[in-house]
């Protein structure tokens, strides 16, 4: 659906299952993909993706933020008052956010350096937003740690995939060790790595992630 | 660091240093409102606004609040929450006082909330340890440059809709990679000045 793009906060994912724990894993990880097929939080993807290793680390950020926000807005959905239940989300992920960003810079204060004010705006990912609002609100808590997972695990790997080629193609090192017998008949384009890089990665994983999905019915632009 | 005069700034954070092309900020809505140049510069004009609002109220709140009472770990909280309740402010002042313009940002507003070039604004304001007027620079060039970037892929992408797109890179594929061309096109402003 076009439209669900239109206001990311509040978007609703096609198809919510209300069933079984692996049928939401797997709607949340690969048929929902938020990054891929939602296009969802691409602000940090696109950001912290120049090297892998900053891409495990946001990865991980996002699982930790996911699960936590999921599970705590859905023990609390039926004691959040309608109204107010946008500010008590925020303010829930904030929570989590500043739990991840004080760890960071407590025992990894490179990594935390590195990623920048991008740890801190995961608060305004859309991802968890997203999840927040349109599954845990609704769900019980054990099923909505499973959302919390899937989706935090489906952003995880496609964030890898993106930062593993553009630190390969832009520096031809993985992890900071250089590949042995690559960069003799590979020269680096350093492009990979700054800004443009960035868009030309997910725009190709997008339209690859959609070649390999098969055109979607409801869709139609 | 913090010698850099508010012009350079202001310029730097226009075109070398864009908020969208080259910090990325702020891709969610300006892929989903990049369909037509009018809807565009409607949210355009309320990212300006409500940026350089931000930027002042968050860098008193942070200087005057936070950092005397010790509490800079609760900034991103404090910053998010500040940012919501202004905008929440922006809309019932516009919608009491001019219903035009109220219909012409209604929609906008609430989106703006979200809008992490917003909270990008006010951190990067705090790690750069910008003064109060270098502060205001940033946040009205950040403005500008995200207003600036979104009307050009809004132009291009009003083009686009007469070509022929293979058909698993239609829509959002296709956009982020012209929108890789366009951050290329910014990389020549590159050299003419720069902020870290």
């Known amino acids: ?221 | 660091m913090s010698e850099t005069s508010v012009w350079v700034i202001f310029i730097a954070a226009i075109f070398t240093n864009n908020i969208l092309l080259t910090n990325f900020l702020g891709m969610c809505s300006f892929i989903a409102c990049s369909g037509q140049i009018k809807t565009s510069l409607g949210l355009g004009t309320a990212v300006i606004f409500v940026m350089i609002m931000t930027t002042i109220i968050n860098y008193a709140v942070y200087y005057g609040v936070l950092m005397p009472l010790g509490l800079v770990h609760l900034q991103f909280i404090v910053f998010i929450a500040v940012i919501a309740a202004f905008v929440q402010l922006v809309e019932m002042i516009v919608e009491r006082f001019s219903p035009k313009l109220y219909f012409a940002l209604g929609i906008f507003l609430p989106l703006i909330t979200v809008n992490c070039a917003i909270l990008g604004a006010s951190l990067f304001m705090i790690i750069r340890q910008y003064s109060f007027l270098q502060s205001v620079g940033f946040g009205l060039g950040a403005g500008i440059g995200w207003a600036v970037a979104i009307v050009l892929l809004a132009g291009l992408r009003q083009k686009m809709r007469y070509s022929h797109v293979p058909q698993c890179f239609q829509g959002v594929a296709i956009a982020m990679i012209v929108t890789g061309v366009l951050a290329m096109a910014f990389m020549g402003f590159a050299g003419m000045v720069s902020i870290q």
């Not at chain 1, 239940?85 to 929570?95: D, N, P, S």
């Open chain 1, 1 to 221: 659906m076009a439209d669900n793009q239109m206001v990311c906060a509040t978007c609703e994912p096609k198809g919510l299952c209300g069933g079984k724990g692996l049928v939401t894993f797997k709607e949340g990880a690969w048929a929902n993909n938020p990054l891929a097929i939602q296009v969802l939080g691409i602000c940090s993807a696109l950001a912290v993706t120049n090297r892998l290793e900053n891409s495990l680390v946001m990865g991980a950020a996002l699982i930790f933020v996911c699960i936590g926000s999921n599970l705590i807005v859905s023990i609390l959905r039926k004691h959040t008052p309608h109204r107010i239940r946008m500010v008590a989300e925020v303010a829930i992920i904030a929570t989590f956010v500043i739990l991840f960003d004080q760890f960071l810079r407590a025992f990894y204060w490179d990594m935390s350096k590195q990623l920048g004010p991008y740890v801190g705006l995961i608060i305004t990912n859309c991802i968890v937003m997203g999840r927040a609002e349109a599954f845990a609100l609704q769900n019980p808590p054990i099923l909505s740690i499973v959302d919390g997972i899937a989706n935090g695990v489906g952003y995880a790997v496609v964030l890898a995939i993106i930062g593993f080629f553009r630190e390969l193609l832009g520096a031809g090192e993985i992890l900071g060790h250089a590949v042995p017998g690559f960069t003799s008949w590979y020269t680096p384009n350093q492009l990979m790595i700054l800004a443009p890089g960035a868009f030309f990665a997910l725009g190709i994983v997008i339209g690859i992630f959609n070649a390999i999905k098969g055109p979607d019915p409801e869709e139609n632009k």
